[in-house]
Every structure is written in C-alpha cells, then in structure tokens.
C-alpha cells in the first residue's frame, strides 16, 4: 500500500475553506513528525504545518499561521483545515511523514511523501 495517501483537494473561492486528509499506512501510523507542504508549478516545495505527534507541537508557515490547523486522529489519520483561503493557497499539497525534526520545514527529514493533492484557489 501507498504509504501516505491524500485527499480533500478541489476548488474553492477566496474566503472559503477547505479541509485535507492524509491516510496513513502501517509504515507511517507511528511516525513521530507529520506535516503538510505545498508547491506551486514553477516553484519550490515549501512546508505549510509540522505536526509532533508526540507531544502535540504544532509548526506554522508564517503565510498561514492563524488560518491553517493540523490535526491528527488515532488511526493516524492527518488532517489540514484550512480558512480564509486566499488565491496565493492554490498549490498541490503533499503529507509527509518522518521521525525526525518535527520544528522545521525540511524535506529531508521526512522519510515519506504522499502523491499530492491539488487545491485551487479562485479570486
């Protein structure tokens, strides 16, 4: 099975919500850091939220912080509610999952990826 699988994508206007799924799988069920990143075509992959599952810290890109959560549930389950969204949101989002630093935004660190979900964002 995928190890980390995506959904909850689609469009939306700007000011709307939406909220994202990342299923886990028996290699990413006890990952310690589960975090959202997002990229825009052209552009960078860069992190949105970091979760420590073990303590319940949270990581915010500064671009979303204060309209953006990160959750998880006991069957691993991560999830991203996102308000207010704006057009500069649109991006396709990845879940992520690793065991090691769970405050910074480092792809490295993360040891699996899902395929992405896309979120579009209309003015």
């Known amino acids: 099975p995928e190890p980390l699988v995506e959904s909850g994508g689609g469009w939306m206007q700007t000011g709307g919500s939406l909220r994202l799924f990342c299923a886990a799988s028996?290699?990413?069920?006890?990952?310690?850091?589960r975090a959202w990143f997002r990229q825009r075509a052209g552009e960078e992959r860069e992190g949105v939220s970091v979760l420590d599952t073990h303590t319940g810290a949270t990581v915010y890109a500064v671009s979303v912080k204060g309209r953006f959560t990160i959750t998880h549930d006991s069957a691993g389950t991560l999830y991203l509610q996102m308000n207010s969204l704006k057009p500069e949101d649109a991006a396709m989002y990845f879940c992520?999952?690793?065991?090691?630093?769970?405050?910074?935004?480092?792809?490295?660190?993360?040891?699996?990826w899902g395929q992405g979900t896309q979120v579009t964002v209309s003015e």
């Open positions: 992520a999952a690793g065991g090691g630093n769970c405050s910074t935004f480092n792809p490295p660190d993360f040891d699996y």
């Open positions: 028996s290699a990413t069920y006890t990952s310690r850091c």
